[in-house]
């Protein structure tokens, strides 16, 4: 079962460069959430989506840009990366908004 | 916004010691779900606690949600080295579809 599928792995970006992190699901789940895990601390959640064409900002979504087309992807966008979107990014999603949380392996994304 | 503390921050004990740690707010939560990280991975799912004073046992693990839903508490009993990772409670408010998470507790277990 592949669950919540995330890619890339690992990225190492320049400041002022873009990218796109990949996140699909195949659990059918109306919920997707982006969160951002810096060393040692708990999640913050950047922005969430509770359906196909609905998105919306979280605790932190600032330099950040997100898309819901279709139920099973949920794509994050950074435009101008910088040293402080240095983290790890976690995609996760649910099947209601409060209930269990499946999360994907996560990209380490390092700005330099 | 809603905050979770969560204490200690870190906590390293010898393999079948004891451990609380703990999850608080001033803020009052539908429900309260655990989770544990290990490194490279996201958060698994524990629990999840809904109604105050609930506990729920899971194995060696003991998991309480306070009176008043505003703090919970995880208890693990005779630890062992496959419980080291970093344990993180998750929130959601009441009429909140978002689950807070809190600071997190990085466990280690030391054989």
């Known amino acids: 079962n592949a669950g919540v599928t995330q890619t890339p792995k690992f990225r190492i970006l320049k400041i002022g460069q873009s990218m796109t992190l990949q996140c699909t699901q195949d659990?059918?789940?109306?919920?997707m959430y982006w969160y951002r895990q810096d060393p040692g601390m708990g999640l913050k959640l950047i922005y969430y989506?509770?359906?196909?064409?609905?998105?919306d900002k979280g605790e932190v979504p600032n330099g950040y840009n997100v898309s819901r087309s279709t139920t099973e992807d949920f794509p994050l966008r950074l435009e101008l990366a910088a040293p402080s979107q240095t983290s790890v990014y976690f995609c996760a999603s649910s099947y209601t908004g409060r209930g269990k949380l499946f999360f994907g392996s996560g990209t380490q994304l390092s700005v330099l | 916004t809603q905050l979770l503390e969560q204490s200690p921050q870190f906590l390293s004990i010898q393999e079948g010691e004891n451990l609380t740690v703990y999850c608080n707010s001033s803020s009052v939560f539908s429900s309260l779900q655990w989770y544990r990280q290990e490194p490279g991975e996201g958060p698994v799912l524990l629990v999840t606690?809904?109604?105050?004073?609930e506990v729920k046992k899971l194995k060696r693990l003991t998991f309480q949600f306070g009176d008043a839903r505003k703090d919970s508490s995880l208890h693990i009993t005779a630890a062992q080295p496959g419980d080291t990772g970093l344990y993180l409670c998750?929130?959601?408010?009441?009429?909140?579809?978002?689950?807070?998470f809190g600071t997190g507790t990085r466990l280690t277990i030391i054989p």
């Open positions: 989506s509770v359906g196909a064409g609905i998105t």
């Open positions: 998750a929130g959601a408010g009441v009429g909140n579809e978002k689950l807070t």
């Open positions: 606690v809904v109604t105050g004073g």
């Open positions: 659990m059918n789940h109306n919920y």
